[in-house]
């Protein structure tokens, strides 16, 4: 059954979700009339120029991708997500929003460092984006490293990484696109992990530029080239 479609007003610009579940950390935001984690992604679209390319790594039903594609500059947004599941409100999501159909490629794959495969382990009945991939080489979902999802030419401005704990792995197979492209990265980190992930950065000449806090156990960190 298709689910009900809800839409409001944002910078003068009309934006629709399907809604699957109200009660979805992500989705209920979507009801009330609004983006989950919108002061991130203002920040994210000051830093955005003309012409760039997005990748939103774990787009879940999409949030983020569609922000980038209505409400930046970016030419184009790859939304990558490894939930078959998910994907396909992803997908649905980008369909009803016309400037997200025209911009974003979507890409049903999990990310790592290198190839493989792996479970999904879901999350809470509310809250779709705590779904995880655990490795394992028999099981259904691939797992490549973004190196190689990224289209030659592309001018990668920004990458943002929601990898439910795979963030340093998904680093570590985008060594290319850090130096190649230097974006702005936007990675989040559990409590307990963001000296591994600094650390990790630091290598490549990166430097912490901001956080954000949306609760207690997690918060998205802001990194930029030096």
Same mark, same amino acid.
Request: charged residues 25%.
């Given at each position: =059954?298709?689910?009900?479609?809800?839409?409001?007003?944002?910078?003068?610009?009309?934006?629709?979700?399907?809604?699957?579940?109200?009660?979805?950390?992500?989705?209920?935001?979507?009801?009330?009339?609004? !983006?989950?984690?919108?002061?991130? $992604?203002?920040?994210?679209?000051?830093?955005?120029? !003309?012409?760039?390319?997005?990748?939103?790594?774990?787009?879940?039903?999409?949030?983020?991708?569609?922000?980038?594609?209505?409400?930046?500059?970016?030419?184009?947004?790859?939304?990558?997500?490894?939930?078959?599941?998910?994907?396909?409100?992803?997908?649905?999501?980008?369909?009803?929003?016309?400037?997200?159909?025209?911009?974003?490629?979507?890409?049903?794959?999990?990310?790592?460092?290198?190839?493989?495969?792996?479970? $999904?382990?879901?999350?809470?009945?509310?809250?779709?984006? =705590?779904?995880?991939?655990?490795?394992?080489?028999?099981?259904?979902?691939?797992?490549?490293?973004?190196?190689?999802?990224?289209?030659?030419?592309?001018?990668?401005?920004?990458?943002?990484?929601?990898?439910?704990? =795979?963030?340093?792995?998904?680093?570590?197979?985008?060594?290319?696109? $850090?130096?190649?492209?230097?974006?702005?990265?936007?990675?989040?980190?559990?409590?307990?992990?963001?000296?591994?992930?600094?650390?990790?950065?630091?290598?490549?000449?990166?430097?912490?530029?901001?956080? #954000?806090?949306?609760?207690?156990?997690?918060?998205?960190?802001? #990194?930029?080239?030096?």
């Amino acid at each position: =059954m298709e689910p009900p479609i809800h839409q409001f007003l944002y910078r003068n610009h009309l934006v629709r979700f399907a809604v699957w579940n109200p009660n979805d950390v992500v989705q209920r935001v979507h009801v009330e009339g609004g !983006f989950y984690e919108i002061d991130d $992604l203002e920040y994210h679209r000051s830093l955005i120029p !003309f012409g760039a390319t997005v990748v939103d790594v774990g787009a879940n039903v999409g949030n983020h991708s569609v922000y980038y594609a209505c409400f930046t500059r970016a030419v184009r947004v790859i939304a990558i997500e490894a939930c078959p599941d998910c994907c396909k409100k992803l997908q649905r999501n980008i369909e009803i929003n016309p400037l997200a159909r025209k911009k974003c490629l979507t890409i049903n794959s999990g990310v790592g460092e290198k190839v493989g495969r792996a479970n $999904l382990r879901r999350g809470p009945p509310n809250n779709l984006g =705590m779904t995880q991939l655990t490795l394992d080489d028999s099981g259904p979902i691939e797992i490549v490293p973004l190196d190689s999802l990224i289209p030659e030419g592309s001018a990668v401005t920004l990458i943002k990484i929601d990898a439910e704990g =795979m963030e340093p792995a998904v680093l570590r197979g985008a060594v290319r696109a $850090l130096h190649e492209h230097r974006p702005v990265l936007s990675v989040e980190c559990r409590v307990g992990r963001e000296t591994e992930i600094t650390q990790l950065l630091d290598e490549h000449r990166y430097r912490r530029e901001r956080t #954000f806090w949306h609760h207690a156990a997690v918060r998205n960190l802001v #990194f930029v080239a030096e």
